[in-house]
C-alpha cells in the first residue's frame, strides 16, 4: 500500500503555523533542532566524499533517488541546526513527484524568515541545500 502523503503546500502551512506560534526567535530554533532529531539516520556508508554537498560550512551528505514516480532524499549533518533545517527542507520535498517540487519552488524559506536569522554562512547553507534538491528534480522531471 502506498504511502500518503500531504501536499506540499499543506506541509509547508504546518510549519508556517508552528513558526507563528513560536513568536520568539530562540523558540523557533528550538523547534528547528528537535525536527532535526527526528531526522532518519543517514547509513554511515553513505556518509563519504561523493555525497558531501559542497557550499556549506558543516559537513552536509545528501542522496536523492526515485522511489516509483517520487523523488526521495536521505541527508545528515554533523551540526544540529543544521540537521533541523534538513529536515525542514526534507519534510517539504521529500517523497513528492520531480513536478511537485518544482511547483512548490522555494519562496516559503524566505516567509518563514529563515535566511534573516541565519549566519550567513548557514544561509548560504540553505541555498545550496534547496538549489541541490530543485537540481535533482528537474533531473528525473519528465
Known sequence: MAETVAPTQE????????????????DRYGYIIDLGKKLPPFPEELMV???????????????????????????ASDAMIVSGLIALILGVYDNHTPQEILDTGSDFVEELGLQKHLSPSRSN??????????AAAKRHAG
Open 11 to 26: 506541509i509547508i502551512q504546518d510549519f508556517k503555523d508552528a513558526f507563528e506560534f513560536l513568536e520568539e526567535w530562540t
Open 49 to 75: 566524499d561523493e555525497n558531501l554537498m559542497p557550499g556549506c560550512q558543516s559537513r552536509v551528505w545528501l542522496i536523492s533517488y526515485m522511489e516509483g514516480d517520487r523523488l526521495r532524499f536521505k541527508a
Open 125 to 134: 547553507g540553505l541555498h545550496s541545500l534547496v538549489k541541490h534538491v530543485m
